[in-house]
Every structure is written in C-alpha cells, then in structure tokens.
Nanobody, 117 residues
Framework: QVRLVESGGGLVQAGESLRLSCAAS????????TAWYRQAPGNQRELVAD???????NYADSVKGRFTISRDNAQNIVYLQMNSLKPEDTAVYYCNARRQIAFLDYWGQGTQVTVSS
C-alpha cells in the first residue's frame, strides 16, 4: 500500500541543474522524517539531505550550498533541487520516509543521476 516513486533523474553536463521529485502514496510525508540518499556503484549509500520532524533541515557537506530539499505538504511530494552539479554527484538517488519509533522505514526505487564533465 505504501509507495514512494522518484522521478526527475537524467544525464546532464557539469554545472547544470536537475530537480528530483518523490511522490508518496499510502503515507503522509508530514508525519515522517523525509530524506534523500544516494549511492554510486561500489560505494555506501549516503545521506544527502533530510527534513526532521522538528522542521530542521540537514545537508551533507558535499552538497551544502548547491542542493535544496523541500516538501510540498499539499501534494505530498518531496523535492531535491540540485544546482551546479558535479561528476561526483553521479549516483542513484533514493527517497526515504522513516518513523523510527513506529518501526516504519520506506524507500523508493531510485532514480539515476549522471553528470558528465
């Protein structure tokens, strides 16, 4: 019943921008810690950005100042605006919603972002 669907990935040149979207069904994002993760081949999955229940937003140092996470509560969509993309940003990007106390942890299928130099 719960489904997270990412979209917006693609192939871009270094310095260009992409906007990723994550649409949820079966849950309401407002009630979850929401986040974007990414994973490149051979690497660990890493946290890119998240929005905590308090409303606080965190970014990985590698994307700070370039990426922006946001949430449209009316449409139940989480976004990741990615500007000034670099080749090292190349990865599969995953949407995540978590409510740890309730043992709930949901993931999307991922969307590929490829940045060429």
């Amino acid at each position: 019943q719960v489904r997270l669907v990412e979209s917006g990935g693609g192939l871009v040149q270094a310095g260009e921008s992409l906007r990723l979207s994550c649409a949820a069904s079966g849950i309401i994002f407002t009630f979850y810690r929401t986040a974007w993760y990414r994973q490149a081949p051979g690497n660990q999955r890493e946290l890119v950005a998240d929005i905590l229940s308090s409303g606080a937003i965190n970014y990985a140092d590698s994307v700070k100042g370039r990426f922006t996470i946001s949430r449209d509560n009316a449409q139940n969509i989480v976004y990741l605006q990615m500007n000034s993309l670099k080749p090292e940003d190349t990865a599969v990007y995953y949407c995540n919603a978590r409510r740890q106390i309730a043992f709930l942890d949901y993931w999307g299928q991922g969307t590929q972002v490829t940045v060429s130099s």
